[in-house]
């Protein structure tokens, strides 16, 4: 069994930077995806960005909409995924969830996770 817990949400305003934590625990992962998804009301849960780790190589995906603006990076010691997101936007603001899962997969889908963080509220004001 895997924990997930996320940490890093808050307010800033537009144009601003947070770093999110998501740290597993539980078990030891070796080859796993880690996955960024966000939900803002009324909408469906959205694909934000994933990292895969095969033994030492990590592969990293991002949605278009947060494509050089947001970066996912991991620290193996501490067990923990970041996701770095700069130039913030009103429309980044939502309920960020982290997600994991062992095996490698492309990551895109909710639906590819078994593991899930409670969420951390990101709210971007303009």
């Known amino acids: 069994q895997v924990q997930l817990v996320e940490s890093g949400g808050g307010l800033v305003q537009a144009g601003g930077s947070l770093r999110l934590s998501c740290a597993a625990s539980?078990?030891?992962?070796?080859?796993?995806?880690m996955g960024w998804f966000r939900q803002a009301p009324g909408k469906e849960r959205e694909f934000v960005a994933v990292l895969r780790s095969r033994w030492s190589d990590v592969t990293t995906d991002y949605s278009d909409s947060v494509k050089g603006r947001f970066t996912v990076s991991r620290d193996t010691a501490r067990n923990t995924v970041y996701l770095q997101m700069s130039s913030l936007k009103p429309e980044d603001t939502a309920v960020y969830y982290c997600?994991?899962?062992?095996?490698?997969?492309?990551?895109?889908?909710?639906?590819?996770?078994?593991?899930w963080g409670q969420g951390t509220q990101v709210t971007v004001s303009s």
């Open positions: 997600a994991g899962n062992l095996g490698l997969r492309s990551g895109h889908a909710p639906n590819e996770y078994v593991y």
């Open positions: 539980g078990r030891t992962l070796t080859n796993y995806i």
